[in-house]
């Protein structure tokens, strides 16, 4: 079923992107560029890459559409250059070479469409000693300096926090504006241009504000002992009766006052600007947090400025009052999901399509697109596959 794109999409309306399948970050990245109404075409290949997820539910194909291509065979690559022709941004996530031996890297599209923003997501980058060798989110997080900040104990190792911070955060997020900046260039300048959007670099740009404390003297280099980090007592976590955890972030002094006086310690509450007194304070608000339970101290901080909230699994999220109040979260095929984010007042973002089944949509997009090749290959694909 061919998709229908119209001004109440997202402010994203009437841009093509291509997005040649691949696993993680890029298919986050054209997700986000699909929720803010952008005619995302992923270009699938017969047995395509995955994680062993349900394609029904693989939710970070949901607002885009699907066709089946093989590039590896006769006319392959032709059909994916007849797509980039009729788009605005094309995103892959190979190794560096890879694009360019399919015969779709940026030579041949940028020639063919001289306006074309060619989007390249990778871990180490297009080049680099490490640039050609397997990688994943924690090594890219471990290099940069991100992951060793991560963890309540200077002598214990690191947290790993999901795949979060380096693949989403310093990859897709970084793909996203790169490609945005580049396509508002295309349009004012008629050039197009590759953008080298590497998990490395992004992950680094994220670590800024700490480089700036670090040189300051505001902050070590460890992890477990810092302000932001952990170290902090009034900026942590604690257990509750329950087995639950309160995430604390009463940073400054009116919230920390109102923290204390809630929490019921204010007689702890001096050895705020004494650092040598902190592991007294810190025992004192653990011990004070383990009385109830996580319900219990939701309740006695809730509508307050003391900065307190119960820390939620994923399953217990979309029910949060605020949440669901402003439809943070959303439901489509009995799949609970994140709505489109973030929010336009003119041109909202919306959830139109479930997940693409890979070459649903190829007919749809072979007459929408005027790719009359697409359509021929399709059939000669599910002849071959009878």
Known sequence: MSTTHTAGNGPLTGVRVVELAGIGPGPFAAMLLADLGADVVRVDRPGGPGLGIDPARDLTNRNKRSVLVDLKADGGPATVLDLVERADILIEGYRPGVAERLGVGPDPCLARNPRLVYGR????????????????????????GALGMIGPDPDGPPTVPANLVGDYAGGSLYLVIGVLAALQHARAHGEGQVVDA???????????????????GGWQ?????????????????????????????????????????LLGVEEAAPARRD?????????????????????????????????VAPVLSLREAPSHPHLAARGTFTERDGIAQPAPAPRFS????????????????????ARDWAVPALAGRQQKTQETEA
Not at 198 to 214: K, P, S, V
Not at 346 to 365: F, I, K, S
Request: with cysteine; charged share 20%.
């Open 121 to 144: 997501m990778t871990g180490w980058g297009q080049d680099g000693p490490l640039a050609a060798t397997a990688g994943h989110d924690i090594g890219y997080i471990a290099i940069t």
């Open 221 to 261: 280099d460890r992890r477990g002992v810092n302000l932001l980090d952990g170290g902090c007592p009034f900026y942590g976590v604690y257990e509750t009766s329950d087995g639950g955890h309160m995430a604390v972030g009463a940073l400054e002094e009116q919230f920390y006052a109102e923290f204390v006086r």
């Open 275 to 307: 650092l040598a007194r902190w592991p007294e304070l810190r025992k004192a608000v653990a011990d004070r947090f383990l009385s109830r339970t996580r319900e219990e101290w939701t309740a006695v901080f809730d509508g307050s400025d003391a900065c």
């Open 346 to 365: 003119a041109t909202p973002g919306t959830l139109r399509t479930g997940p693409a089944l890979p070459g649903a949509d190829t007919a749809a997009v």
């Open 198 to 216: 590497a998990i490395i670099d992004g992950t680094a740009h994220l670590t800024t504000m700490i480089h700036g404390m670090l040189a300051a």
